[in-house]
C-alpha cells in the first residue's frame, strides 16, 4: 500500500468532494511526498486541510508518535555504545524531526552500556541552554562512568557552531574532575550525524 492509502485508511473519510486517499495525496504532495514530514508540520496547520480536522490531526500525530517509540523499541539498558553509530540510533528516535533543539545525555557503565538517556533541556530553533551541574549530578545519581552528549539541529546542517565546540569542551573538563569520560558529543538530524569523536575534535 502507499503511504497515502495507510493514511486514508487511519482517517478514515475525506471530504465531499475528494476521497480520503486523494486528501492524503495531496497533503504529502505539500510535504514533498515524505510521510517524515508529517512529524514536522504543526497540528493548527495540518487542521487547515479541508476534511482534517481535530480528531483526524491527533490520529496522524498518534500513528507518527508510535512508530518513533518501535524504533526505540530495544531496552536501552541492553545498547552498548562503542561507536558514534550506535549512540546515533539511540537518540534519533529522540532529536529527529523536532522543530526545536534539545540536548540529551547518555550515561554509561564502564563497559560502555547504556544506563539511561534522558533530556537535560529543550530551547528554541536554535539553541538551547544547557546546564553542565543538572548532567554531572545525573551521572554521579546513576553511577555513570562515562557520557555521550547529542543534541538536534532543527535547520538539518550537520555543522558544529562555536557554542557546540564550546560546551563540549566544559562539559569533558569539568567530568574529567571527577572521573567521568566524556565519548562523544553528537548533532543530529534526519538527514544523519556528525560525530565529534570520528572527526577527532574532542
Given at each position: 500500500?502507499?503511504?497515502?492509502?495507510?493514511?486514508?485508511?487511519?482517517?478514515?473519510?475525506?471530504?465531499?468532494?475528494?476521497?480520503?486517499?486523494?486528501?492524503?495525496?495531496?497533503?504529502?504532495?505539500?510535504?514533498?511526498?515524505?510521510?517524515?514530514?508529517?512529524?514536522?508540520?504543526?497540528?493548527?496547520?495540518?487542521?487547515?486541510?479541508?476534511?482534517?480536522?481535530?480528531?483526524?490531526?491527533?490520529?496522524?500525530?498518534?500513528?507518527?508518535?508510535?512508530?518513533?517509540?518501535?524504533?526505540?523499541?530495544?531496552?536501552?539498558?541492553?545498547?552498548?555504545?562503542?561507536?558514534?553509530?550506535?549512540?546515533?540510533?539511540?537518540?534519533?528516535?529522540?532529536?529527529?524531526?523536532?522543530?526545536?533543539?534539545?540536548?540529551?545525555?547518555?550515561?554509561?557503565?564502564?563497559?560502555?552500556?547504556?544506563?539511561?538517556?534522558?533530556?537535560?533541556?529543550?530551547?528554541?530553533?536554535?539553541?538551547?541552554?544547557?546546564?553542565?551541574?543538572?548532567?554531572?549530578?545525573?551521572?554521579l545519581?546513576?553511577?555513570?562512568?562515562?557520557?555521550?552528549?547529542?543534541?538536534?539541529?532543527?535547520?538539518?546542517?550537520?555543522?558544529?557552531?562555536?557554542?557546540?565546540?564550546?560546551?563540549?569542551?566544559?562539559?569533558?573538563?569539568?567530568?574529567?574532575?571527577?572521573?567521568?569520560?566524556l565519548?562523544?558529543?553528537?548533532?543530529?538530524?534526519?538527514?544523519?550525524?556528525?560525530s565529534?569523536?570520528?572527526?577527532?575534535?574532542?
Amino acid at each position: 500500500m502507499t503511504d497515502a492509502e495507510l493514511l486514508a485508511i487511519l482517517i478514515g473519510s475525506g471530504n465531499p468532494g475528494e476521497t480520503a486517499v486523494h486528501l492524503m495525496q495531496r497533503i504529502l504532495a505539500s510535504l514533498d511526498n515524505d510521510m517524515g514530514n508529517l512529524h514536522t508540520i504543526p497540528f493548527e496547520h495540518l487542521v487547515k486541510w479541508k476534511g482534517i480536522g481535530p480528531a483526524k490531526a491527533i490520529k496522524i500525530k498518534a500513528a507518527l508518535e508510535i512508530g518513533k517509540r518501535i524504533q526505540n523499541r530495544t531496552p536501552v539498558e541492553r545498547l552498548k555504545c562503542n561507536q558514534s553509530k550506535d549512540a546515533y540510533f539511540l537518540f534519533k528516535p529522540e532529536l529527529t524531526f523536532l522543530d526545536h533543539e534539545e540536548f540529551w545525555v547518555a550515561y554509561l557503565n564502564h563497559q560502555h552500556q547504556v544506563i539511561t538517556h534522558q533530556c537535560i533541556s529543550k530551547g528554541g530553533i536554535a539553541a538551547t541552554t544547557v546546564d553542565i551541574r543538572l548532567i554531572l549530578k545525573k551521572a554521579l545519581e546513576v553511577g555513570g562512568a562515562a557520557l555521550i552528549l547529542a543534541h538536534n539541529h532543527p535547520t538539518g546542517i550537520l555543522k558544529p557552531s562555536r557554542a557546540d565546540i564550546e560546551i563540549t569542551e566544559k562539559v569533558k573538563k569539568a567530568a574529567a574532575v571527577i572521573d567521568i569520560q566524556l565519548l562523544d558529543h553528537l548533532i543530529v538530524s534526519e538527514k544523519g550525524y556528525f560525530s565529534f569523536a570520528d572527526k577527532n575534535t574532542l
